[in-house]
């Protein structure tokens, strides 16, 4: 296994490792201030879920469905 493969790795293990985090954490807080009636740290999280969410999506967007096409290939 040669540097540009373990490169390769380590970028996608660490992009997923941020996807998974700016889901998570979001998540955990929504449900730690629910629970504890926290009605201001509920509302920090519901924007910080929405903006995460966004950022994704737009992520998404652009490295998936929009990604542009090489030249000679077809999507």
């Known amino acids: 296994m040669g540097f540009p493969q373990v490169m390769a790795e380590s970028v996608d293990i660490t992009l997923w490792a941020a996807a998974l985090g700016a ?9 730690v201030a629910y629970s504890g009636r926290r009605r201001r740290a509920l509302r920090r999280f519901i924007i910080m879920a929405t903006i995460s969410s ?12 929009l ?9």
Do not use: K, M, Q, S
């Open 23 to 31: 889901v998570v954490a979001p998540a955990a807080g929504l449900v």
């Open 54 to 65: 966004a950022l994704l999506l737009t992520v998404w967007l652009f490295l998936g469905p």
């Open 67 to 75: 990604a542009e096409c090489p030249d000679g290939y077809h999507c």
